[in-house]
């Protein structure tokens, strides 16, 4: 796969040309989709380069000089970003040709994705002219390109902080929940792209960039229709060994098909194609931005398990019962401790009201922190056990106090950076009271730990199906390599 | 089925022997589990009975005057509490037959849940007792009844309100957290029962109680196994039909029946048995205690849809297609609107980056609630559609500002009691960026709204999920009266 210099030049632009900001946009109004904002953006961002607004009734707009077209602009233009009434966009985009601009996001929408005759003639027309210019179009009807390194970003309050995760999306919302929720996560971006109606530039042609792009290591998409599946397939296939690729199909049922086509007027293909796509591509499958945030933190932090057998450390019967349950649906295995480890956690847990089983019911550990590593350890230890996943209820802090919390948070980082049982473990936290104390915790613990190496669910469900295709993407990786 | 007046004396004791009681317990102790801190509850309640502590080696514990046994309390006792090493509970048990005393909530554990020879044998011995003595055993290995209206409970912290909603749990910890979380999802209780190991009541027993208890009117179940699964399949039909049973068969899978096994010692039975018995029943399934919280949410604050086509208010097309997907997924039909209605929407509503076709993805109604209100007129007359789930970003609040919040409130409280549609109307609040002001306002409408007819969903999946099911349930009830 080749390196695309050209592409290159869009994704660390130094001058930016901004057509349709607004002639009356001021600094510190509220963020609203289009350039007159993504001017603000970039500046928070602290985009280096030179911005250059368009506008053909201004001479000056935020302080500064205003131009009336791109061909007028006295330096070569590395991106143009158009933000104007549909109509108008063949002539940006011949002046862009006659500007020699070739990287063009097109945030304008208003085509195919209608339904409506016009303007789906209308989008022919603009396809047809960016063809023939020789233009990159990324977009119609997109939020273009969120690059922390470069400083350029179309949302409000993002993370100036570079990371090795790609996000691929034909949404922009969700290129905008990701952007921001992401750090709560523990992930940090190296790009991320939201490609609308792929007028030119298409799903595979981003991927062909970030394969070579040194920066990312985790490739996460959301699609909602291809042009070229068997092409798709290949590469998907091909990086996928490298770089996990964590790919969102939406649209398989047929009210979601219709919604794509409302959406970004795309075809989204039948749901047995795609049954055939992951598993010939071993790309790991997700159904929701929670889950691609969820695995991308397993792959990010967790080490690859030898096996898909879990234990649960946990608090009450009930739940004992439901995480067995949880844990075997997502696919992994939940087996009986050996009768050595039952035995050593005998030694300081009476069994009345508790399991030693696995899951672990096992109350007493929650109120001593000295308890938790020492049961641990123990499970850690057990040969028929691959993976933890430790599941306290957060008030389990206000009975030992912060200090033994901070033991336990010290205790988990080492647990997992020495690995010494090469075994991951992970926490799932459950909350009972909903106060205040009690969330500024999570908030604090969900990203102090991951970087530690520990990654943090919400859920059960969350952290037995990460871990269930975080393993089932290593063991293909494994089968692929003998075959 | 016929009014059990000895078991009622149990839900509404006056007097009540603690047996276990620490000698010196403190008021204001931290919770724990056990007899010490039921008193506690007790009086947080506002118990207006008479508490009797029972241990040999004090003469007062907390005030009270404290009896060396059951049979010394100097007059008859309605209900027992048993909190003792399993090994002392033989001697109990006979005192509280000497004693007459015949409801026994049996805290203790360490039966055959241990999976110990001799934990085994010595819970055959106290079964024996009982069923010999005629005692009324709830439990063993349980937290009993919690009855808001007689103030009797066994956690702390839990609300003196009473309502229409039952729930019968093996699991004491579920018992704990629905009774903590119900309120926030709107839900009042009438009584909550967690039985345990099930030595004598069995489901069986206390499903024909709440069945003829006029307080209850809608009955959640957690069942990990059933002694009698004939009856309690004739019992659930005939009960579901006047109030719906909502149940969460857990230790279906392997793993999960084995866990079953080291709680409270059932068989958990097969999965295809289960189908059935859902399928026979129309009991309403459940897999996890957030459903059972979201479906009892519906049950009492949803007026029965016609049919299950369901309008999605949204935000973002990326949203849209998986607000498709998802509905489509949990059995609902998510239909274009009538060619009417898109005409009446598209007189406001730009069609550029929006879609009105349903999911309606129109972010222009989030920035003013009039032109919301008008677009939720014009989908809810729409004759394709019999449901609506709105899905608002919360952010919302902050662009309208707090007056308007207050007038959406009031708009779809209205709209929810005139009924002028006949359609119901839920909410599902999306949360961008996790912020204090955020999290108090959706706490602040999490309460408000449904009380006001108009449930609040966390998440998409939830809310159709429940609509879903709500409706399966009516569907079920119509086709037996035709039959």
Chains 1, 2 share one sequence.
């Not at 790609?166 to 992401?182: E, T």
């Not at 595979?204 to 699609?223: N, Q, R, W």
């Not at 336990?408 to 473990?425: C, M, T």
């Not at 908030?443 to 730990?449: N, T």
Request: charged share 25%; hydrophobic share 40%; glycine share 8%.
């Amino acid at each position: 796969m080749s390196w695309n210099p050209e592409l290159e030049t869009a994704f660390s632009p130094k001058v930016v040309a901004m057509v349709g900001v607004s002639a009356n946009t001021k600094r510190g109004a509220p963020w609203r989709p289009g350039a007159s904002s993504f001017v603000t953006c970039y500046e928070e961002l602290g985009f280096q380069g030179r911005i250059y607004p368009v506008n053909p009734k201004a001479t000056e707009i935020m302080g500064l000089k205003t131009y009336h077209s791109v061909s007028s602009i006295p330096e070569p233009v590395d991106l143009v970003i158009v933000s104007v009434p549909a109509q108008a966009l063949p002539d940006v985009l011949e002046d862009c040709i006659a500007a020699n601009a070739k990287n063009i996001h097109v945030f304008t929408a208003g085509f195919e994705e209608t339904g409506e005759e016009e303007a789906i003639e209308l989008g022919s027309r603009v396809r047809q002219i960016a063809l023939n210019g020789g233009l990159r179009i990324i977009g119609p009807n997109c939020m273009g390109l969120y690059v922390p390194r470069a400083g350029i970003g179309s949302f409000e309050r993002l993370s100036s902080e570079s990371g090795p995760v790609a996000l691929l999306s034909q949404s922009g919302g969700h290129c905008n929940w990701f952007s921001h929720y992401g750090p709560d996560y523990g992930i940090k971006f190296s790009k991320v792209i939201s490609f609308g109606n792929a007028y030119v530039l298409d799903s595979t042609d981003y991927l062909e960039y970030l394969a070579s792009d040194p920066e990312t290591e985790i490739i996460c998409m959301y699609l909602e229709g291809v042009k070229d599946g068997v092409k798709l397939l290949r590469q998907v296939r091909e990086i996928n060994r490298v770089k996990p690729v964590i790919l969102w199909k939406a649209g398989l049922t047929e009210s979601g098909s219709r919604a794509v086509a409302s959406h970004t007027g795309s075809l989204a293909g039948e749901e047995a194609i795609w049954r055939g796509f992951f598993a010939q591509t071993g790309a790991v499958p997700a159904f929701s931005l929670e889950e691609i945030a969820e695995m991308t933190m397993t792959f990010l932090y967790v080490k690859p398990p030898r096996g898909k057998r879990v234990a649960v450390i946990g608090l009450g019967g009930g739940s004992s019962v439901s995480s067995a349950d949880v844990c075997a649906r997502e696919g992994l295995e939940v087996p009986t401790l050996t009768r050595e480890t039952q035995v050593e956690l005998k030694k300081f847990i009476s069994l009345a009201g508790a399991s030693i089983k696995n899951p672990l019911d096992t109350g007493l550990v929650f109120r001593d922190v000295s308890l938790l590593e020492r049961e641990i350890e123990l499970v850690a230890a057990d040969p028929l056990i691959d993976m933890i996943i430790v599941s306290p209820h957060l008030d389990m802090a206000k009975r030992v106090g912060p200090d033994q919390v901070d033991r336990l948070v010290k205790y988990l980082s080492d647990f997992s950076r020495d690995n010494a049982f090469d075994k991951p473990l992970v926490i799932n936290f459950h909350s009972f009271a909903n106060e205040p104390w009690e969330n500024e915790l999570r908030a604090r613990l969900q990203v102090e730990l991951p970087r530690e190496g520990v990654p943090v669910f919400d859920s059960l469900v969350g952290a037995s199906r990460s871990l269930a295709r975080f393993f089932e993407y290593h063991q293909f990786l494994r089968r692929r390599a003998i075959d």
